[in-house]
């Protein structure tokens, strides 16, 4: 099995696209632009290049040694994204992007983000190339997110609110998609996660491998072998796709995706897409066939998680149909867990994660202490905490958050 | 032969060009949906298009957008928009009606379903607006067997090879979009839509609509130079958000829509 989609985008029964026509013709010219440059060796190494040069990578390897110890369990590894210029994986996609768009001549860059961190990035590397950024947001993650805010504001970026819906990652993509549609020639569609329709779910993907090619090599250098678990959380699907990716094919390899299990089971509580007694069914959004949080009446659901980069109803195609062949397997961490996984790993290794990664994080504490000490775990630190520290003091203190 | 089909087969012979309005089901409330549907097949509508509300409508501009939220705060789903397709048919109403939705409404109720459903209450097709010919081969030849319309959508951005699979997949009539961009009333008509309609004609001989941000009787006229049938869409859901807050929504709407329409 070598899990690339079909011609037309499909893992399975999950991914193709879904949009209004209109925006066939620009998808088409980027399914074509993007496959030109798949295999195109000065493409790739113009990318890594800018990922060394700009952004820091290689990312480190991190035996959390205090941590291990304390779980009493695995020997757990963490895949330092947080290190990443910009503080999350999220610049490893968006250099890819901009080189892809600059190599179509685009001068306008749209995005969605919902914790920020994708937008930050989408900014930053506009900043770079002197193009202009416009980036949609929804009004609760400005709200929950300022700090990422101030800094797109900041990189030269026109940051858009959005009132609609719950105001978050999904009213944001519905905004960036009619932005596209009406300003289809001059626009480049900077999409953040493996969602959406075809190529972005395997362009995304692709940008992100990085990570688990690099954690591939570097686990074999330390410990001479591969992983027995890695473990990442799953918004979209992008840090968790780049983890998983080059290993897939190493059948021993176990993979655990963490999902926002919020603060209940029932529809709106959670962003927890894989949680069928949840309200998780498989349909349409956004461009993908996937598993989404959704009522009888195929309306989506407003999701919640305490991390704005998490809460989404609908989850990467490849992460649908990975889950149904059993290739990876999906777990929940709830705001709590997440909120104290937070902590743990701030006390004990000097870390403090973003929310996001704090659900894997979450997810190790729980099963690590099962496990032997001989036995490794990865898990991808995707993002640094920074930006959360003004929400986690306000929900640690006490004062009213939502 | 279907009632779409029909109809443009009496427009063609009267040399005259169509009218079709579209309104959201449930918007205020399915009663007043029934009345606007029997006002508008009243006031001279060649098609209605039906709105199914959805909570995530990424093809539509503010009017629509807030037409469905208010439609979804009263709950409607696909069974009351078939249902109050049963209920003007019961009354008489005979004007061809297709229902204009989102993938993911249609997906859940089933599209077996869906249609056997369509057929027992009188609904004559149904336009899917993020559903691009690469994905409508099951859900097209579900509504064929049961002779219902799939109405697809063509925009000045597809290419010639897209236009051939749209209008092969096609049925009923081809909805021309007329500018790259999402609903809305435009004071401007772009003149992109006469040359897409142009395009059009070279693949197909099913009658073309043009829809997309017209919204006054001058626009129609235009357009009806050129196409089979003018789409007014916002501007009449415009109107009914306007008409809210007075006594009567109908009868406001009812004026509105006289004025519109070219017959
Ligand atoms: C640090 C971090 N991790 C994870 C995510 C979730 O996205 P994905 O599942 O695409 O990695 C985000 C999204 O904003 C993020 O900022």
């Known amino acids: 099995m070598d899990f690339q989609p079909n011609a037309l985008g499909y893992w399975g029964e999950f991914g193709g696209r879904f949009v209004p026509e209109t925006l066939m013709s620009p998808i088409e010219e980027l399914t074509g632009a993007y496959f030109a440059v798949r295999d195109d060796a000065d493409f790739q190494t113009e990318f890594l290049n800018l990922l060394q040069d700009f952004s820091g990578r290689p990312t480190p390897l991190f035996y959390a040694k205090r941590l291990s110890e304390k779980l009493g369990g695995a020997k757990i590894y963490l895949k330092r994204e947080d290190l990443s210029h910009t503080g999350s ?19 306008r860059i749209i995005a969605e983000t919902g914790a920020g961190q994708h937008g930050v990035a989408t900014a930053t590397v506009c900043a770079l190339f002197g193009l202009e950024c416009v980036v949609y947001m929804g009004d609760e993650d400005m709200r929950r997110q300022a700090l990422n805010v101030f800094r797109m504001r900041l990189l030269g970026a026109e ?244 | 032969m279907n009632r779409i089909d029909e109809k443009f087969k009496q427009l063609e012979s009267e040399k005259r060009g169509g009218f079709i309005p579209f309104i959201v089901a449930g918007d205020p409330n399915l009663a007043a949906t029934k009345n606007l549907i029997l006002l508008l097949a009243e006031s001279g509508a060649s098609v209605i298009e039906l709105g199914v509300p959805f909570s995530d409508p990424v093809a539509d501009g503010v009017t629509i957008q807030a037409a ?132 059009l004609r070279t693949f197909t001989d099913l009658p073309i609509a043009v829809g997309f941000g017209i919204s006054t009787a001058a626009q129609i006229e235009e357009v009806c130079k050129y196409a089979d049938a003018a789409v007014v869409g916002s501007a009449i859901v415009k109107e009914i958000e306007r008409s809210i807050e007075l006594v009567d929504v109908i009868e406001n709407v009812r004026k509105f829509v006289e004025n519109l329409s070219p017959n």
Request: hydrophobic fraction near 40%; charge should be negative; proline fraction near 4%.
């Open chain 1, 89 to 107: 994986h999220k610049i490893n996609n968006a250099v890819g992007q901009i080189l892809l768009a600059r190599r179509m001549g685009k001068k």
């Open chain 1, 159 to 402: 940051v858009r609110g959005v009132g609609a819906g719950a105001k978050t990652l999904k009213d944001a993509i519905n905004e960036a998609l009619r932005d596209w549609v009406t300003n289809v020639d001059s626009t480049y569609y900077l999409l953040g996660s493996a969602l959406g329709p075809h190529p972005y779910p395997l362009m995304v993907r692709d940008f992100q491998s990085v990570i688990g090619r690099e954690a591939r090599r570097q686990i074999l250098e330390k410990e001479n072998r591969l992983p027995d678990v890695l473990v990442a959380c799953v918004g979209g699907g992008s840090n968790s796709i780049g983890l998983f990716h080059p290993f897939l094919v190493d059948e021993i390899v176990r993979m655990i995706g963490v999902e926002a299990g919020g603060k209940g089971n029932n529809l709106g509580e959670h962003a927890a897409r894989f949680n069928k007694a949840g309200g998780g069914r498989i349909g349409v959004l956004q461009g993908t066939k996937s598993y989404l949080l959704q009522n009888d009446d195929g309306q989506i659901a407003l999701t919640h998680s305490i991390s704005a980069g998490l809460d989404y109803a609908s989850v990467g195609p490849e992460h649908a149909f990975l889950q149904s062949i059993g290739r990876v397997e999906y777990a929940m961490a709830t705001d709590d867990e997440a909120l104290a996984a937070f902590q743990t790993l701030s006390e004990t290794e000097g870390i403090i994660p973003a929310l996001e990664s704090s659900h894997g994080i979450a997810h190790a504490v729980k099963i690590a202490p099962e496990m032997s000490p001989d036995e490794i775990m990865i898990v991808n630190l995707s993002g640094r905490g920074d930006k959360d520290v003004n929400q986690v003091q306000e929900m640690i203190d006490g004062t009213p958050s939502s």
């Open chain 2, 68 to 199: 469905a939220e208010r439609a979804l705060r009263n709950r409607i789903g696909v069974t009351d928009v078939l249902e109050t397709v049963k209920e003007v048919r019961v009354e008489g109403c005979e004007t061809p009606i297709i229902l204009f939705s989102y993938f993911n409404p249609i997906l859940q109720f089933g599209l077996e379903k869906f249609a056997s459903a369509m057929k027992t209450v009188g609904a004559d097709g149904v336009l899917i607006t993020d559903l691009v010919p690469e994905e409508a081969e099951d859900f097209r030849r579900i509504l064929a067997e049961k002779d219902l319309a799939l109405i697809m959508l063509a925009a000045p951005t597809s290419s010639d090879e897209r236009l051939k699979k749209i209008c092969d997949k096609a049925s009923g009539f081809v909805y021309a979009v007329s500018r790259a961009g999402v609903t809305g009333a435009r004071n401007e008509m772009s003149n992109e839509a006469e040359n897409l309609v142009k395009r």
